[in-house]
């Protein structure tokens, strides 16, 4: 938890930096947050190749809207609102070839035995959730967002973020134990 809130603080303070003209800040907010923007599109749209595209474009909308932040304590929730509405729009332009492409790689995925028994259950529950509530875990769970930044970050009030995931886990739960098929 304190790691967590030294991550944050150090976030806030790279993009204060940045707002001071500093490249090298930008360089290391790049390099800590492309990976997790990379995870969270990856898991939403399960293509690694459009991942890569929604996830550049994503990093160029957050350059050229950063001067406009105007509380850096907002960043990760900034940063993963603009992921969402950069996939919504290639789902949007392309429903039918990402459904077929993230199935596909769900299928692949639950082949692979590299992966172990335990993450191909885990990709297959998350895989279960509705997108809204998949966003929602990912965020909660994966990228440890409050619960005020995935509403932020989903656009939607506080009770419905709390509601998601309290539903997402408790499917994510029932999933892995095995009570759903």
């Given at each position: 938890?304190?790691?967590?809130?030294?991550?944050?603080?150090?976030?806030?303070?790279?993009?204060?930096?940045?707002?001071?003209?500093?490249?090298?800040?930008?360089?290391?907010?790049?390099?800590?947050?492309?990976?997790?923007?990379?995870?969270?599109?990856?898991?939403?749209i399960g293509d690694a190749d459009a991942a890569e595209e929604i996830v550049q474009d994503t990093?160029?909308?957050?350059?050229?809207?950063?001067?406009?932040?105007?509380?850096?304590?907002?960043?990760?929730?900034?940063?993963?609102?603009?992921?969402?509405?950069?996939?919504?729009?290639?789902?949007?332009?392309?429903?039918?070839?990402?459904?077929?492409?993230?199935?596909?790689?769900?299928?692949?995925?639950?082949?692979?035995?590299?992966?172990?028994?335990?993450m191909t259950a885990l990709d297959q529950a998350f895989a279960g959730l509705s997108p809204e509530?998949?966003?929602?875990?990912?965020?909660?769970?994966?990228?440890?967002?409050?619960?005020?930044?995935?509403?932020?970050?989903?656009?939607?009030?506080?009770?419905?973020?709390?509601?998601?995931?309290?539903?997402?886990?408790?499917?994510?739960?029932?999933?892995?134990e095995g009570d759903l098929p």
């Amino acid at each position: 938890m304190a790691q967590r809130e030294a991550d944050r603080t150090y976030d806030e303070l790279l993009v204060l930096l940045i707002g001071e003209g500093d490249r090298r800040a930008g360089e290391r907010l790049a390099a800590r947050w492309y990976p997790r923007l990379m995870r969270t599109a990856r898991r939403l749209i399960g293509d690694a190749d459009a991942a890569e595209e929604i996830v550049q474009d994503t990093w160029f909308a957050i350059v050229r809207g950063l001067p406009r932040l105007k509380d850096p304590s907002r960043f990760p929730a900034w940063a993963f609102s603009i992921l969402r509405r950069t996939c919504v729009d290639v789902i949007r332009s392309n429903t039918r070839d990402r459904a077929q492409k993230a199935h596909a790689a769900v299928t692949q995925a639950t082949c692979t035995e590299a992966r172990g028994e335990t993450m191909t259950a885990l990709d297959q529950a998350f895989a279960g959730l509705s997108p809204e509530h998949r966003l929602a875990a990912i965020l909660y769970f994966g990228e440890g967002l409050r619960l005020a930044e995935i509403a932020n970050a989903t656009d939607v009030p506080l009770g419905t973020a709390k509601s998601r995931i309290f539903y997402a886990r408790r499917q994510l739960k029932a999933a892995l134990e095995g009570d759903l098929p």
